[in-house]
């Protein structure tokens, strides 16, 4: 059954998946037997009582009591025992456990962010330990979002001006994609994240220290990450055509004029600004629409942005 199992669902990454595998698989074979015997029979009698000749008539047969009793008792038992087995795995993926680490969900165009609860925040990226059970609490800024990760099978809305719950417990080190499985705009297919399960230790040193490669990278290339992993690409272009906020190419060392009517030298320490309260200057023609990156971004993360934007001649 193990074979069966990898070969048409995905990987058991959470302790929930085993039960909605379960289920799901019932309801596969139990349906495929009845089709089986159901077209089996149906193709059976076809050919069993076929009409052999011009003067055969049909004998008149009113019903077999016996024959209903039995059609209808055993999909009536079926069906509930589902019934019950489902409310089973519906009420225990509800209730997390009293120790689950909660972790504030916001879903908003186009991007997922993680709150820890030391206050930490990343985007499209959160980060677990192995074995140990998580409750997110989530909510959306702007229009209805699905948090939905296949391995984990666990899938809810996430709805403005509402919180919704969903907690998981990983049972298997990796990344764990996340989609967002409620059409959202033009971005919705780019709404994408990442969940990583490590080890407690693994998982103590990244809240501290951040992933090995992003210390080891080169400033520009984790810049250029930084812009595909963290939300800038859905903005921000880099061959100069115009988009939700400015193309950075070329914009080192310009002069950007603001929405009040003043204007400052685009230089590192604007970068920085810009990434922290992107509210305070809002570039002519544009809207006020970038949300802070105030701790979302290690310090090495913000040089990255730096020099990156630096190579865009």
């Not at 040193?205 to 963290?230: F, T």
């Amino acid at each position: 059954m193990n074979w069966f199992r990898q070969l048409i669902l995905p990987i058991e990454g959470s302790t929930l998946a085993r039960d909605v595998d379960n289920a799901y698989l019932f309801v596969t074979l139990v349906s495929l037997f009845f089709f089986v015997l159901v077209a089996g029979l149906a193709a059976l009698f076809v050919w069993r009582y076929r009409r052999r000749g011009p003067n055969e008539i049909t004998p008149h047969i009113t019903h077999n009591l016996g024959l209903e009793v039995t059609w209808t008792t055993i999909p009536l038992v079926l069906v509930m025992g589902l019934f019950f087995w489902g409310f089973y795995g519906f009420m225990r993926a509800q209730i997390a456990p009293g120790e689950a680490m909660e972790v504030q969900v916001t879903a908003k165009k186009w991007q997922w962010q993680f709150e820890y609860p030391d206050g930490m925040r990343t985007l499209n990226e959160l980060h677990v330990p192995l074995g140990k059970p998580v409750r997110l609490v989530m909510t959306a800024e702007d229009v209805l979002h699905s948090f939905y990760v296949p391995s984990f099978r666990v899938k809810h809305d996430v709805i403005p001006n509402r919180y919704t719950e969903v907690w998981f417990e990983p049972t298997k080190a990796g990344t764990h994609q996340v989609f967002c499985t409620e059409y959202c705009g033009k971005g919705h297919s780019d709404m994408l994240a990442k969940i990583v399960v490590e080890d407690e230790q693994s998982y103590q040193k990244w809240l501290i220290e951040g992933d090995e490669s992003m210390k080891s990278m080169p400033l520009a290339e984790l810049g250029k990450l930084v812009w595909e992993n963290r939300g800038c690409s859905t903005c921000h272009a880099l061959d100069g055509t115009r988009g939700q906020g400015p193309s950075w190419k070329g914009i080192f060392g310009q002069t950007h004029k603001f929405a009040d009517g003043a204007s400052a030298p685009v230089d590192a320490n604007y970068i920085r600004e810009s990434l922290m309260e992107p509210q305070k200057h809002v570039v002519q023609g544009f809207e006020g629409i970038m949300p802070t990156y105030q701790g979302l971004l290690r310090p090495r993360e913000v040089l990255g942005v730096i020099e990156f934007i630096k190579t865009l001649k």
